[in-house]
Every structure is written in structure tokens, then in C-alpha cells.
């Protein structure tokens, strides 16, 4: 988390992926709304406190369900997220949605250049470039997400290859003016039970901080949220928040259960 005297606040995410029906997503999100307020009352914390300043929670439900959950989530605090954006603002693009489509049904981060888009779609760096504009346009927040595969890991190009990810975005968009997060998720630690050790976490996400610092400027570095996301569950999110530099979590698996996902939520 933040040294002190640094405010940059902690988000906790739940990425749901391709799972849940309507009903289901219903049903998951109000089950997290209660969580949270059920350990907040036994945590004694006067709620969810102002970006930057406290611990936020969001849900990433798929796109037919984002108008219930919206719903079911409305005056909690928790915020509306999605899992991707149209890299184009509007036009002959069957099948995509658009930035403005997501803000129009109240939608207010969106998850950008997760590893199953990078690999299993194509994504590039200058398709996840645009897709981030898109969204900063839009006025939302954006959660770009990085990482290594395991061949790049074992070829010893894990910090190369986040470096030119996060540099690829960095470099081309105003930190002073976008509300961005990075998510670092080794793609060989994400739904395989193998988490990154907290100390890999730390080293990447110091390595990220200074990638942003030069390319941006130190302020910006230092406000950054850093998520760590890969296998994250109750028994070591923990230890994973407690490292320097790592400011929240970026969940798949253990979001899809209200109980574990509240149990990765730190008090506040
Ligand atoms: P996982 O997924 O927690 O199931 O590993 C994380 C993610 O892909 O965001």
C-alpha cells in the first residue's frame, strides 16, 4: 500500500470475465454490497471514503448485465465498471461498443488491455493506446492492465516487455488530466493458482512506478494506483497489499463469490 504521507487510496476490482446471467449478476452484486457493509459495521469505518483518499471497490460485470448491477450497486459507493471498450468512438463497428455507450449506461471505469484481449483477441499496444483515449475521452476512469507471459518471464524480459506496455501508454496521454490505474497481472498467474510471490509484486510495481516517473513526471508516478491482479484469493491478498507500491487488487475467480470478494477488500 501507500507509504504514508502518499495519498493515493487503494481499488479493489472484480473482474467477473465471460460468467454470470442477468439474475445471477443480480444477485452477486447486491451479496457484495451486503459484504461490504457487514464488515464495515464490524470494521467500525464511516464508508467509502473520496477517490484517493480510501479504499474503493468496483465490479466488472459482462456488458448484458452492467444496467442491473448498476441498479443493485446504486448508492453503496461501490462503482460501475466494464471489461473493454471500442478502440474506435462510433460507426461500422458491428459487435463493439463504444466509450460514450459505457458512460451512457453508467458505467465509470473500464478495464483496458487485459491479458485475454491482448493474447486471445490480438490486442496491441496501439489498439490498447486507443482504446484507453477513448475512455479518457468519455470522462471515465481507465484500468490499463500489463503483464508478462511465462516465456517472457523465463526468458528474463518480464520488466522489458511491462516497461514497453506501460510506456506505449504513458507516453502518449496526460497523467494530469486522465484518471488512470495500472493493473500488473502476469498472464501466467491469472486463473492457474500460481500467484506472483508479494516480493515479484513489489519489484514489478516499483518498476512501473519508475517507467511512469520518467515518461510523465514524479507526481504523477506517485499518485498512480498500481492494482496487482493473478490468482489473487482471501489467504494471500493480504500479503500482496502489504507490499510498497501496491495499491489494490485486480480480481477474477474470487470476485464471482460475495464472501471471498468482500474477505480481499482491506478494512477502512
Ligand atoms: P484470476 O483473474 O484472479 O482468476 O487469476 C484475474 C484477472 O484476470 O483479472
Given at each position: 500500500m501507500a507509504e504514508s504521507g502518499v495519498r493515493r487510496g487503494v481499488l479493489i476490482t472484480?473482474?467477473?470475465?465471460?460468467?454470470?446471467?442477468?439474475?445471477?449478476?443480480?444477485e452477486l452484486a447486491a451479496s457484495v454490497v451486503r459484504a461490504l457493509?457487514?464488515?464495515?459495521?464490524?470494521?467500525g469505518g464511516s464508508g467509502f471514503a473520496p477517490p484517493g483518499a480510501g479504499v474503493q471497490v468496483a465490479l466488472a460485470p459482462p456488458f448484458t448485465a452492467?444496467?442491473?448491477?448498476?441498479?443493485?450497486?446504486?448508492?453503496?459507493?461501490?462503482l460501475l465498471a466494464a471489461q473493454d471498450v471500442a478502440a474506435a468512438r462510433e460507426g461500422a463497428h458491428t459487435g463493439e461498443v463504444s466509450a460514450a455507450m459505457l458512460a451512457d449506461a453508467g458505467v465509470e471505469l473500464v478495464i483496458?488491455?487485459?491479458?485475454?484481449?491482448?493474447?486471445?483477441?490480438?490486442?496491441?499496444?496501439?489498439?490498447?493506446?486507443?482504446?484507453?483515449?477513448?475512455?479518457?475521452e468519455a470522462g471515465l476512469l481507465v484500468t490499463l492492465c500489463v503483464g508478462e507471459t511465462g516465456a517472457e518471464r523465463?526468458?528474463?524480459?518480464?520488466?522489458?516487455?511491462?516497461?514497453?506496455?506501460?510506456?506505449?501508454?504513458?507516453?502518449?496521454?496526460?497523467?494530469?488530466?486522465?484518471?488512470?490505474?495500472?493493473?500488473?497481472?502476469?498472464?501466467?498467474?491469472?486463473g492457474t493458482g500460481r500467484t506472483a510471490t508479494p516480493e515479484d509484486a513489489r519489484r514489478m510495481h516499483a518498476r512501473i512506478r519508475a517507467t511512469v516517473a520518467?515518461?510523465?513526471?514524479?507526481?504523477?508516478?506517485?499518485?498512480?494506483?498500481?492494482q496487482y491482479g493473478g490468482s489473487v484469493k482471501p489467504d494471500n491478498a493480504a500479503a500482496l497489499l502489504a507490499q510498497e507500491d501496491v495499491d489494490?487488487?485486480?480480481?477474477?475467480?474470487?470476485?464471482?463469490?460475495?464472501?471471498?470478494?468482500?474477505?480481499v477488500v482491506p478494512s477502512w
Open positions: 472484480g473482474n467477473w470475465k465471460m460468467n454470470l446471467l442477468r439474475a445471477a449478476s443480480r457493509a457487514a464488515r464495515r459495521s464490524v470494521a452492467i444496467d442491473v448491477v448498476r441498479d443493485a450497486i446504486r448508492g453503496s459507493g461501490v483496458v488491455g487485459h491479458s485475454e484481449r491482448r493474447h486471445g483477441q490480438g490486442e496491441t499496444d496501439a489498439i490498447v493506446l486507443d482504446k484507453v483515449q477513448r475512455v479518457i523465463d526468458a528474463g524480459r518480464a520488466e522489458e516487455v511491462v516497461a514497453r506496455q506501460v510506456g506505449a501508454v504513458v507516453s502518449r496521454v496526460d497523467l494530469r488530466r486522465a484518471s488512470l490505474q495500472i493493473a500488473y497481472e502476469p498472464v501466467w498467474a491469472i520518467a515518461a510523465a513526471g514524479g507526481e504523477a508516478a506517485q499518485a498512480l494506483i498500481i489494490g487488487l485486480l480480481v477474477g475467480g474470487a470476485s464471482l463469490q460475495a464472501a471471498s470478494f468482500a474477505t
